[in-house]
């Protein structure tokens, strides 16, 4: 290691002698590179140059007070931190009490798991369960692999019973976790809906708010792309391990002394963030329902509740970070009960720390919760895209409860004038719009992309359009095949100058420059330090008829605050 003046020293100075290092079993540079192995891929990236800041005692690269066991996940020493965490939940936590449904939900269909040492697991229905019985819940990725599914053709030999091991590994080792936590029930959603009957997918879809937050926890294989990956995987515990460390320092007020090596990225919720299953979006509606979620990464396996988030590596203490469905289902359960979060609640230790808000304040701050939520929603990915609103329903109902709203085609009806002011995130990586129409133009799931939205701080006292109504039309399976939005506002010619300005949708077809462009302004004011008006920049389709091209604003925060009627000349 180099010395260097001030709170920063250089570790390696290029990526090639970081990845040498690696080569020659560095026990520092194996650690570090544990702590940078977020994305649970076998290929190593690009990292360095590396950096490291030192204290009178210590070298940040956070000591821990637990030590990692097991040489592999999945075996009793790692898996005996979950039993814990989850008698201690069970017994302590008053927040995950609370969260508790009244009524005695039970799925239409479950997983009978059996003993340790049965070799069949068989479906049962509810109405062959006996009432009050408790269960768990699977988060998987379904990947390519071919995974056996409910269908009226596998429907006998699911009842009848099936051998463990000829299902995909994840189920395997799913089957083995409920067992370990001694429940007798696992939902998992492709052997406990039928695929092939849409009458029957519609109506378990639908009821994925009870079937989450009503399991006794939620087994999410995390680091698995697919069925055959598994929740369990190899590891060294003395990688987690502190490394007691002599150094001498130049020009240090304390030149020679025994310091302790830490690395905080080890157990960073990053692992969790950044895996393969949480870049699913009916994902982030799971993690987001589940009362207790038990994470398996390629490294650690984390417990995740109401009032902790914590890993083997800090099994009484929590993780730094939150996730964005975490963070809306904090404030949303904040707001439902009235009561501000307590010393030991997840809340107040993932940095939730700003005071609830009352009246129109409350409905901001759970509505600009709600837009942080959407923006990584839209990020992730889905299998079809019509699930776009399918796999929001429980996430939409609960956070409608708070809002006293609820959700019409993706924006909210009592704050559409706001909602409108969504605007994409490009990302290169996805398309523009999804394969078949899914949403009017004016809905964000018109878009494939990344969903930007307006954050207020309260709501805009002038607004200048006013809601007319919204019509939506399905056909015969409950699908949207039409929906049309009836504004009352003032059609406003822009100017081809604004052209350049505009956050579009979607690159500009050929001709379309051409195009007659008109401004629709929503509010006057945009409440956050920046110039308004808030507008849509939309093209004339037929006679009363138009297409949302963009949401537009002005951003120049260090001039002064035009008035409205300077505005109004801006646009022509």
């Given amino acids: 290691?180099?010395?260097?003046?001030?709170?920063?020293?250089?570790?390696?100075?290029?990526?090639?002698?970081?990845?040498?290092?690696?080569?020659?079993?560095?026990?520092?540079?194996?650690?570090?590179?544990?702590?940078?192995?977020?994305?649970?891929?076998?290929?190593?990236?690009?990292?360095?140059?590396?950096?490291?800041?030192?204290?009178?005692?210590?070298?940040?690269?956070?000591?821990?007070?637990?030590?990692?066991?097991?040489?592999?996940?999945?075996?009793?020493?790692?898996?005996?931190?979950?039993?814990?965490?989850?008698?201690?939940?069970?017994?302590?936590?008053?927040?995950?009490?609370?969260?508790?449904?009244?009524?005695?939900?039970?799925p239409t269909r479950a997983i009978d798991?059996?003993?340790?040492?049965?070799?069949?697991?068989?479906?049962?229905e509810r109405k062959d369960i006996t009432p009050g019985m408790r269960y768990a819940s699977l988060s998987h990725c379904w990947g390519k692999t071919l995974l056996i599914t409910l269908s009226k053709a596998t429907?006998?030999?699911?009842?009848?019973?099936?051998?463990?091991?000829?299902?995909?590994?994840?189920?395997?080792?799913?089957?083995?976790?409920?067992?370990?936590?001694?429940?007798?029930?696992?939902?998992?959603?492709?052997?406990?809906i039928f695929q092939d009957d849409p009458d029957d997918w519609r109506r378990e879809s639908s009821r994925m708010r009870d079937v989450y937050r009503n399991a006794a926890f939620c087994i999410a294989a995390t680091a698995a792309k697919n069925g055959d990956v598994g929740l369990f995987f190899d590891r060294d515990p003395q990688l987690f391990g502190p490394i007691?460390?002599?150094?001498?320092?130049?020009?240090?007020?304390?030149?020679?002394?025994?310091?302790?090596?830490?690395?905080?990225?080890?157990?960073?919720?990053?692992?969790?963030?950044?895996?393969?299953?949480n870049k699913r979006a009916w994902v982030a509606q799971e993690r987001y329902l589940s009362p207790r979620i038990l994470h398996f990464t390629r490294k650690l396996l984390y417990w995740e509740c109401g009032e902790t988030l914590a890993s083997e590596f800090h099994q009484d203490s929590h993780v730094r970070g939150q996730s964005s469905s975490r963070y809306l289902k904090g404030l949303v359960d904040r707001h439902r009960y009235h009561k501000p979060?307590?010393?030991?609640?997840?809340?107040?230790?993932?940095?939730?720390?700003?005071?609830?808000?009352?009246?129109?304040?409350?409905?901001?701050?759970?509505?600009?919760?709600?837009?942080?939520?959407?923006?990584?929603?839209?990020?992730?990915?889905?299998?079809?895209?019509?699930?776009?609103?399918?796999?929001?329903?429980?996430?939409?109902?609960?956070?409608?409860e708070v809002m006293n709203d609820d959700l019409v085609v993706g924006l909210w009806r009592r704050r559409l004038s706001q909602d409108l002011c969504w605007r994409i995130n490009p990302d290169s990586s996805k398309p523009f719009r999804p394969a078949s129409w899914r949403g009017p133009s004016w809905s964000w799931v018109s878009s494939a992309q990344p969903i930007n939205g307006r954050y207020f701080h309260q709501?805009?006292?002038?607004?200048?359009?006013?809601?007319?109504?919204?019509?939506?039309?399905?056909?015969?399976?409950?699908?949207?095949?039409?929906?049309?939005?009836?504004?009352?506002?003032?059609?406003?010619?822009?100017?081809?100058?604004?052209?350049?300005?505009?956050?579009?949708d979607e690159p500009a077809p050929p001709g379309e420059e051409e195009k007659q462009y008109y401004m629709i302004i929503l509010h006057g004011d945009?409440?956050?330090?920046?110039?308004?008006?808030?507008?849509?920049?939309?093209?004339?389709?037929?006679?009363q008829s138009h297409h949302r091209i963009s949401h537009f604003r002005s951003l120049s925060p260090s001039t002064p605050k035009p008035t409205l009627s300077s505005a109004f000349e801006t646009l022509h």
């Fill in 1 to 106: 290691m180099h010395y260097r003046k001030g709170t920063i020293y250089v570790h390696h100075e290029t990526s090639a002698s970081f990845h040498q290092a690696l080569e020659l079993k560095c026990v520092l540079c194996v650690r570090l590179w544990v702590a940078l192995e977020v994305s649970h891929e076998s290929e190593l990236p690009a990292v360095g140059p590396t950096t490291y800041t030192v204290g009178p005692t210590f070298i940040n690269f956070e000591s821990t007070r637990d030590r990692v066991a097991g040489k592999n996940t999945g075996e009793r020493a790692a898996l005996e931190f979950i039993v814990a965490q989850n008698n201690r939940c069970l017994k302590q936590h008053a927040a995950c009490h609370r969260n508790k449904s009244a009524n005695e939900f039970f």
């Fill in 341 to 400: 979060a307590s010393p030991r609640s997840v809340q107040n230790q993932l940095n939730i720390t700003e005071p609830l808000e009352t009246g129109e304040g409350k409905q901001a701050q759970v509505f600009n919760a709600w837009i942080y939520f959407r923006r990584f929603y839209t990020s992730c990915f889905l299998t079809r895209d019509s699930d776009i609103l399918v796999a929001l329903h429980g996430i939409a109902e609960d956070v409608g």
């Fill in 244 to 277: 007691p460390m002599d150094l001498t320092w130049p020009e240090y007020e304390h030149k020679d002394s025994l310091r302790q090596c830490n690395f905080p990225l080890l157990d960073d919720p990053w692992h969790i963030d950044a895996a393969p299953l």
């Fill in 526 to 543: 945009s409440f956050d330090g920046l110039l308004g008006p808030d507008s849509l920049y939309v093209s004339s389709v037929f006679v």
């Fill in 459 to 504: 709501w805009p006292s002038d607004t200048f359009c006013k809601i007319g109504d919204i019509q939506v039309d399905t056909n015969s399976l409950g699908d949207m095949i039409l929906a049309v939005l009836i504004l009352h506002c003032r059609l406003i010619p822009a100017s081809k100058a604004l052209g350049h300005k505009l956050d579009r």
């Fill in 113 to 124: 798991v059996g003993s340790v040492t049965d070799p069949l697991v068989r479906l049962c």
């Fill in 155 to 192: 429907a006998s030999v699911l009842k009848r019973g099936i051998a463990v091991v000829t299902l995909p590994k994840t189920f395997q080792d799913a089957i083995a976790v409920t067992r370990e936590l001694q429940l007798q029930y696992l939902w998992i959603d492709s052997l406990c």
